[in-house]
């Protein structure tokens, strides 16, 4: 990514958990550089809704 251009999409120091009892995530920075096409994709934890 040049210098000048603006990322698609940028998250810094994200933090998630289940409330109190457990921090899954901590410090996740995420840049998705501008481009024709972008795609993220991971599975569905068991259980859980489709999206």
Known sequence: MS???QPLLELRDIEAGYGRAALV???LSVTVPAA???AW???TAPG????
């Open 3 to 5: 210098e000048n251009q």
């Open 25 to 27: 995530l901590r410090g």
């Open 36 to 38: 024709p096409s972008s």
């Open 41 to 43: 994709s991971a599975p």
């Open 48 to 51: 859980s809704p489709p999206c």
